[in-house]
DNA sequence: TGACAATGATTGCTTTGTTAAATAAATTAT
DNA sequence: ATAATTTATTTAACAAAGCAATCATTGTCA
């Protein structure tokens, strides 16, 4: 068992402990916010992943499975069977671009829409809440903090 | 297309648009933190999941399933796999706790105390990497309020 | 004591994450 | 024009997440 030394390890090669570190706050931090998400869509029976989905195709329309991956932050893999998944379900269409027929054109049903429209209040509420814990000003902060951490984002 | 409104959403009905979202912005975050650890770690074919539980077990020494579940943030379902696959790996060892024969008690083996020794640096490096780029002060201060979306947390 | 609840852990099932390889259409270069 | 390259997407394979159900052991209490 390793030595716990309570002192600043700036100039050590010791890892911060378990319970300072970042991956592991980003994850609990994940999981706290997720999970009254995830009760809320365990009455739409969708998954966490496919509300992303919907809500990027509701909020700027058709697009190519590759700039959705982008904006739902999905892998295009994991994306290929969600929209698959979700077709059956027929929450979503795809159809070939006939400019670049490589591309799969993805676009929103109404039974989709109307997950969303059924849902977005709740959501709204969940939302508020985190907003109001932290407060306005630290919430504003953390997305920012967050954001620098993502290679993506320019900063 | 939800047609999108540039004015504040507090008193409507509205989700943040999905760019200013707190799970997606997670969800990046942590990619862009675990993406280079995920690298460093493709070196010693463990997973960075495996990573966790071998750092905790390091850290505090032989525990049970359940309390390390807990430390690793990992559900007890996912940490029995795990758990599987890194005992064939010889990275750690199981024994019944003879007191409470419920328990399973998980003892990192050398082999496993040699990733992290070999890797902590590397680790090491990468955490200070991060440190850097967002500042001592605005380091903290994340962990912190990741800290308070976490229910686990006091506070 | 003996039925019953509570606890610790595992198993089964479906979905997603992650990496690598394959396919297919478009673009570039020779 | 055709071979080589790049781009968009899909498939395959394995690890892990998340939920429900099961199993074994321990604890409670009538």
Redesign the interface.
Known sequence: ??T?KFVD??M????????????????????????P?REMLAETGIT?QQW?VL??L????PMDVGTLAD???LLFPSLTRIANSMRKKELLTQTRDENDRRRQVVTITPAGQKI?DDK??D??QI??G?KN??GED??E???D?????????DG
């Open positions: 068992m390793r716990l390890n700036a050590t090669n010791e890892l911060p402990s378990t319970s300072r570190s970042l991956p592991i706050a980003l994850i609990r931090a994940r999981e706290g916010v997720m999970s998400i966490e992303r809500r990027v509701s909020e700027h329309g904006r739902a932050s969303i977005v209040e959501a709204a939302v508020a985190f814990t932290l630290k919430y902060q953390l997305l903090l967050l954001a620098q951490l993502d290679p993506q984002h």
